[in-house]
């Protein structure tokens, strides 16, 4: 199945949106370090929120943006969950689940 890159852009849009309106949108970048960080979602050096607006939302609009290799797979909520509480943040979780929907549409689940 091929993902719109509209598609993508719209709900990459949508999550910085309500991002900002659940007040998780930081003015001010991590350290250059921070973000250097190998571990998957640099759980060691940034909170998730930072995660999503400093690294995967950036990387992903670059990458749909030229036209690249998009990931056929992942699932981004498990993240989110074990750090983020969905009563506090329901929009997030809503934008976020849409992101995995979107991208593991047509993958059947082990």
Same mark, same amino acid.
Do not use: C, H
């Given at each position: 199945? &091929?993902?719109?890159? !509209?598609? %993508?852009?719209? *709900? =990459?849009?949508? =999550?910085?949106?309500?991002? *900002?309106? #659940?007040?998780?949108?930081?003015a001010q970048a991590p350290?250059?370090?921070?973000?250097?960080?190998?571990?998957?979602?640099?759980?060691? &050096? +940034?909170?998730?929120?930072?995660? +999503?607006?400093?690294?995967? %939302?950036?990387?992903? !609009?670059?990458? !749909?943006? =030229?036209?690249l290799a998009l990931p056929?797979?992942?699932? %981004?909520? $498990?993240?989110?969950?074990?750090? =983020? *509480?969905? #009563?506090?943040? $329901? +929009?997030v979780y809503k934008a976020?689940?849409? %992101?995995?929907?979107?991208?593991?549409?047509?993958?059947?689940?082990?």
């Amino acid at each position: 199945m &091929t993902i719109s890159r !509209t598609e %993508i852009l719209n *709900r =990459l849009n949508n =999550l910085e949106v309500v991002m *900002r309106k #659940e007040k998780l949108w930081a003015a001010q970048a991590p350290s250059q370090d921070a973000l250097k960080s190998e571990l998957p979602f640099a759980f060691d &050096t +940034l909170s998730i929120e930072q995660w +999503l607006q400093f690294v995967f %939302i950036p990387k992903m !609009t670059e990458l !749909t943006n =030229l036209g690249l290799a998009l990931p056929n797979s992942m699932v %981004i909520l $498990p993240a989110v969950q074990n750090s =983020l *509480r969905e #009563e506090d943040y $329901p +929009l997030v979780y809503k934008a976020i689940n849409e %992101i995995d929907l979107l991208f593991n549409a047509g993958n059947p689940k082990s």
